[in-house]
């Protein structure tokens, strides 16, 4: 089971974008999936999740607004979409999945960092600066 964040880079103040995931051995369908980050010096934080069985969305008040996440046409696909960029959004994005039953989004998004049920994917950078 592995997962595998893309997409990160370098970005001005106020640019976009579109972070990808994919998973290998299993489908993310019915999973409750999320993205993490982990600025520098400190701890890995939920940023947005979606739970498996409702579909109910968390959102980190820092990020409401800029940050949106979906779920691909394809069972083994995630993606975040991030707008509006800040220097402080400047991080590690890790995705992330855990089945339903353990957690939904806020479960996963508050808790899942401590979790050895959820499985993390490698991260991406994403570095905002001018």
């Known amino acids: 089971v592995q997962l595998q964040a893309s997409g990160g880079g370098l970005v001005q103040p106020g640019g976009s974008l579109r972070l990808s995931c994919a998973a290998s051995?299993?489908?993310?369908?019915?999973?409750?999936i999320g993205w993490f980050r982990q600025a520098p010096g400190k701890e890995r934080e939920g940023v947005t999740c979606?739970?498996?069985?409702?579909?109910?969305?968390y959102v980190a008040n820092s990020v409401k607004g800029r940050f949106t996440m979906s779920r691909g046409h394809a069972n083994n696909m995630m993606y975040l979409q991030i707008n509006r960029l800040k220097p402080e959004d400047t991080a590690v994005y890790y995705c992330a999945a855990v089945a339903k039953h353990i957690f939904q989004a806020a479960g996963l998004c508050e808790m899942g960092r401590d979790s050895r049920y959820v499985f993390w994917g490698r991260g991406t950078l994403v570095t905002v600066s001018s």
């Open positions: 979606i739970g498996g069985s409702d579909g109910a969305r």
């Open positions: 051995a299993f489908i993310l369908d019915g999973e409750t």
